[in-house]
């Protein structure tokens, strides 16, 4: 695990994870549409997963510390990653130009410092209240459409703004775990990137429509 | 044609260099880059000058030992093409072009554009061989070799080990090279049964270097001269991963 490769191959591990928690994440995102009630029921049946036989939040419990887990590893080693490449070119190039086409690739670090940032607002946002007009003592959806009230139209934009980072994020993440966990080939890549390609736009369709709808009033 | 070139000069590996700005004039559009770079040096020995030091040998794009960052692109723009075969009629007359070395820490600039790619050598040394005692070539078809596995060793085999991947990407990532010559030995039967242990070592090799890790960009396989494809990353690490498993 201490070699490139094998913090490569962490990055690919906790980053398969993290999608996996966004996809989930989005699709529990989109019950505001079927009202309140089933988006808090939804929030609630998060924290009786597996009950009785599993006590209250136990389950949520694991999860969340399985993604803190991934989240601190795939820094680590992004973070190792960047100073070792930094240390391999000492001498910067007068002159340099990208060769590969590739907006998306040239942003991983750049993209994954900002959701990083937003990961910390989003929390205190919508987790814990702090800067949430309704505070921590009110039910999720209450929160999720005051939130997102019109009058706080730049939340909404922060929330555009990282959703889409992580759009890019992953349309280089996802077709490229695959690459360094050695399960890519001439044969799959085009089915790999577009595999990243659709994963994207399905999150960044999905984590918008929300935000996006109670700012126009669709759901109020 | 008239140009002007800004070249970096450095007289030995403990000098800061720097980037100088000559005039070359008369340089014909058939020329290759490295005999326009011939016109400014024997105008620098006649001058008293020091002429700029660059690494050449066959000339005809199989040897691998030519190479330089042309307008921030190893090898120049032209594609597939090493600096030896890239032609002066793809400039324009007038042109300012930029030439720097390979850039990166395990390549230590010896003189102006001559860098020491000795990194590349221990990486082979780790094992990039087979070691069985294989006798004499084997008669034809002795052996059966699927022929989608021989073109792919081939395509990969065809690597001359310029270290244009090593200058292009943004890691000073080797990954290329190395992928290049697991994936050649490890897709014939001969490198079969030394293939996980060769590719640990050479990929552990390749960290002792201090090259980069690979983040799967792809700008190594857009200059390399040979066009070595990116997969052969792929199984530079699923070979990687299998053997750390054992």
């Known amino acids: ?220 | 044609m008239n140009l002007t070139l800004k070249v970096w000069r450095q007289s030995g590996p403990t000098d800061a260099g720097r980037m100088v700005t000559y005039k070359v004039e008369d340089v014909s559009p058939d020329m290759s880059f490295l005999e326009m770079l011939d016109v400014l040096n024997e105008r620098l020995i006649v001058e008293g000058d020091d002429p700029v030091a660059f690494d050449h040998d066959c000339r005809e794009g199989i040897c691998g030992m030519c190479g330089m960052v042309i307008n921030g692109v190893a090898h120049g723009e032209q594609r597939a093409t090493t600096t030896c075969q890239l032609h002066m009629r793809h400039f324009e007359d007038g042109a300012t072009i930029t030439i720097e070395p390979w850039r990166a820490a395990p390549f230590p600039v010896v003189k102006d554009l001559v860098v020491d790619r000795s990194a590349f050598d221990r990486i082979i040394q780790a094992g990039g061989f087979v070691s069985v005692p294989a006798g004499s070539a084997p008669d034809a078809h002795s052996v059966p070799v699927r022929k989608e596995d021989a073109d792919s060793a081939f395509d990969a085999a065809t690597c001359i080990g310029c270290g244009a991947c090593v200058a292009a990407c943004p890691n000073g990532s080797a990954s290329l090279f190395t992928a290049a010559k697991i994936t050649h030995l490890s897709l014939l039967p001969q490198g079969q049964p030394e293939r996980l242990t060769r590719a640990k070592a050479m990929v552990d090799q390749m960290d002792a270097e201090g090259f980069g890790g690979c983040t799967n960009t792809g700008e190594c396989t857009a200059v390399c001269p040979k066009g070595i494809p990116l997969d052969t990353i792929a199984r530079m690490n699923s070979d990687y991963l299998q053997a750390n498993k054992k």
């Open chain 1, 1 to 220: 695990m201490a070699s490139s490769n094998g913090k490569k191959a962490v990055m690919a591990v906790t980053g398969a994870v993290m999608v996996g928690f966004l996809l989930l994440h989005m699709l529990g995102n989109l019950k505001i549409f079927l009202g309140r009630e089933s988006f808090n029921e939804y929030a609630h049946a998060l924290r009786t997963l597996l009950e009785p036989i599993a006590p209250y939040r136990s389950v949520l419990t694991v999860l969340e510390i399985i993604l803190v887990v991934s989240v601190v590893l795939h820094m680590w080693a992004a973070i190792s990653l960047a100073r070792r490449a930094r240390q391999a070119r000492p001498v910067k190039y007068v002159a340099k130009k990208s060769q590969a086409g590739g907006y998306a690739t040239h942003i991983m670090r750049f993209g994954g410092l900002t959701i990083a940032l937003y990961v910390v607002w989003h929390l205190l946002d919508l987790t814990f209240g702090v800067v949430n007009p309704k505070g921590f003592d009110s039910a999720p959806a209450d929160r999720m459409i005051a939130g997102f009230d019109p009058s706080r139209w730049w939340v909404t934009l922060i929330y555009l703004v990282a959703v889409v980072m992580v759009g890019l994020h992953l349309r280089h993440g996802v077709w490229s775990a695959f690459q360094t966990l050695g399960w890519a080939n001439r044969a799959r890549y085009k089915a790999l990137r577009a595999t990243a390609s659709l994963v994207s736009a399905v999150l960044v369709v999905g984590f918008l429509a929300p935000p996006l709808a109670i700012t126009f009033g669709v759901v109020k």
